[in-house]
């Protein structure tokens, strides 16, 4: 089986993401080529993580209409029957129009490999998963972000230049502004992330999950109260109607864990509720739960971590 | 301006979830159907004010049975001006994109909006495949959204932070968190959604890619292991002993 994996990329780089459908791929047995699109350093990391070769567009694209034309157009000149993109931003965008183009059944958002037609994925918010099964001979597929983790140890890939028909573009990104603070990982796709909610009385008394977080290399969130009172930005709102996340760990300090909450957080691997009420939900949900003031458990808990080896 | 707002219908956050018939299919039984939020909250208030400061039209549509009727009247007390439901129980984002595509082809829409996933399957794949039917843009996982003399001007997320984007029309945009505030239907808006058009339409034309062959539920949980509130030592050598996540 051959795979053509969309490799998005940060500054010659590819992404974390990315690296993880092509390492997906790997896993599902194919012989990965991936797709990069814009400046690239060398394989961009493609061949550690299992990609025996690169297609690269030097051409930057914005649109992903254009990137799902430059995905079709490789995907077809290379003969494969499995398309694998990251399921984050791009390749939500990238993933649904090339399955259309290619007229192949899709898969979102995967979190197991692909077994003969059939492969899994999470589904009622975690709550449940879904064997779906394609009967297209070419499929797509969306991986989970940090739901499979990142191969190392292949080669070099070789780096063969690609010039796909791309048309006109029809958007173009006008404008960046970066997250509060660093560049730190985007929710979905954070291996950590520390999160607060109404208990911590206030948006002044952030600076202790932050330095929480910063200690973890963690990323920030919040429940949706925190956010819909302007204490924090909408981005960082975790639940039901805001962003879901799938970290290997979720620190959450004073939320009570509302089923809407943990709708967008139920698929994080460890989970560590800390909430003045014992009664509190979160403690249904979580794998370790600590009863106590986040004012005071949260600085403990940053000194602890500092004083690892 | 025109606008068509897809709104799917889904089960109630606080649902118990199970299957029927050998789990292929959701036990509906005793379950309260909500409209999607994504497809609520965003996409379609976004679409009324867009209406409200602008004039045109918002009509919403939605593949499914005659029981997604009651959160289809539910989006007409919102505000929108009519309905259309397409007649076919929805299985696939492809088979879902490709009838609300057949049917917007006639309909000269300038907009079109969805929620960035239901909260059901959680795909976040018909919006993308829309707008490939469709020849459209696509803006995915918009938080703003403001349409200025025929140009769409949209912030969504990126790597790192936030893009503000702009696209030509006819686009495609999947409503995310920040788009617009949740809208609570007055009594008066209820009471004309009884007399608003929804149209019900024959299934056409509708192209098919997956399927779900069977439901699973997670295994359960174990126990929430305690620790005093004065040893955060203990719980972080749990968390690089046990859990290994440290």
Partial sequence: MKCLAYLP?????????????????????????????????????AGSAGASKVLHVAQGLQDEAQIARAVSEAAKAEGATLVVAPHNHVGRAVAPRVAVRLDAGMVPGVTGVLEGNTVKRNVFSGKAMAH????????????????????????EAAVESFSPEVGEASLKVTGFKASSGDGSVPLPEAVRVVSA???????????????????????????????????????????????????????????????????????????????????????KA?????????FEVLPKLTEAIKNLD | MKIL??????????????????????????????????????????????KEAQGGSVTTITVGEADCDPVIRKSLAIGADDAVRIDANPTDALQVASLIANHASTGGYDLVLCGKETIDHNGSVVGGMLAELMNASFVSLATSLEVQAGV??????????????????????????GMAEQRIPNMRGIMAARS??????????????????????????????????DQPEELVRLLREEAKVL
């Fill in chain 2, 152 to 177: 769409v001007k949209a912030t969504r997320e990126a790597a790192g932070g936030m893009e503000s984007v702009e696209a030509s029309l006819p686009a495609v945009v999947s409503a995310a968190k």
């Fill in chain 1, 132 to 155: 779906v099964s394609v009967d297209s001979e070419l499929k797509v597929i969306t991986t989970t972000p940090n739901a499979f983790g990142v191969e190392t140890g292949g080669g």
């Fill in chain 2, 5 to 50: 707002v897809c709104i799917s219908k889904a089960p109630d956050t606080t649902s118990r979830i199970a299957f029927t018939e050998g789990d292929t299919q959701f036990d509906s039984n005793g379950v309260q159907f909500i409209v999607n939020p994504y497809d609520e909250w965003y996409a379609l208030v976004r679409a009324l004010e867009l």
């Fill in chain 1, 9 to 45: 990329t940060h500054n010659g780089q590819a992404t974390k993401a990315g690296l993880e459908a092509v390492s997906y791929a790997k896993k599902c047995g194919a012989d990965v080529v991936a797709l990069a699109i814009g400046p690239l350093n060398a394989d961009g990391g």
């Fill in chain 2, 196 to 229: 608003k058009p929804l149209n019900v339409v024959p299934a056409e034309g509708a192209l098919h890619g997956a399927a779900v062959a069977k439901f699973e539920l997670p295994p359960a949980k174990g126990d929430c292991k305690m620790i005093s509130a």
């Fill in chain 1, 197 to 283: 909610g109404r208990g911590l009385k206030g948006p002044e008394h952030w600076s202790i999950v932050e330095e929480l977080a910063t200690t973890l290399e963690a990323t920030t969130a919040c429940s949706r109260p925190v956010s819909d009172m302007g204490w924090r930005p909408h981005h960082e709102h975790v639940g039901q109607t805001g962003i879901t996340i799938r970290p290997d760990l979720y620190i959450a300090a004073g939320i009570s864990g509302a089923i809407q909450h943990l709708a967008g957080v139920n698929q994080s691997k460890v989970i560590v509720a800390i909430n003045t009420d014992p009664e509190a939900p979160f403690f």
């Fill in chain 1, 286 to 294: 979580a794998d370790y739960g600590i009863v106590g003031d986040a």
